[in-house]
């Protein structure tokens, strides 16, 4: 699984397309999950062994999880989906990153 959304890569003009979860940590005693996505240029990129263009960090509480005992990859992927993309300048959250990428 991987989502599909153009993400321009540190200002670059330079385009993202293919996100993959590479990492997840799970601390157990504090309840949190750390996930980093990479993304590539295309999926083709990255089954040809590229390296990545851009890593995206995400943080959220393991209580978040549909089933916080069992860290499945559908799970993990919907609540980085639902992750905030930051706050604005007047403190309210951004809206997703992924709120509206297809998933691959």
Not at 14 to 19: E, F, K, S
Not at 34 to 42: I, K, M, S, T
Not at 53 to 58: A, I, P
């Amino acid at each position: 699984m991987a989502f599909l959304k153009a993400i321009e890569v540190n200002e670059t003009g330079i385009t993202a397309d293919y996100w993959r979860l590479t990492h997840v940590q799970l601390d157990r005693i504090a309840g949190v999950v750390e996930a980093q996505l990479h993304g590539y240029r295309d999926e083709a990129a990255r089954r040809a062994g590229k390296a990545p263009l851009q890593r995206l960090g995400f943080r959220f509480e393991q209580a978040a999880m549909e089933d916080p005992y069992n860290l499945a990859i559908d799970d993990l992927y919907r609540a980085i989906r639902a992750q905030p993309a930051g706050a604005g300048p007047d403190g309210r959250d951004l809206p997703p990153f992924f709120a509206a990428a297809a998933d691959i």
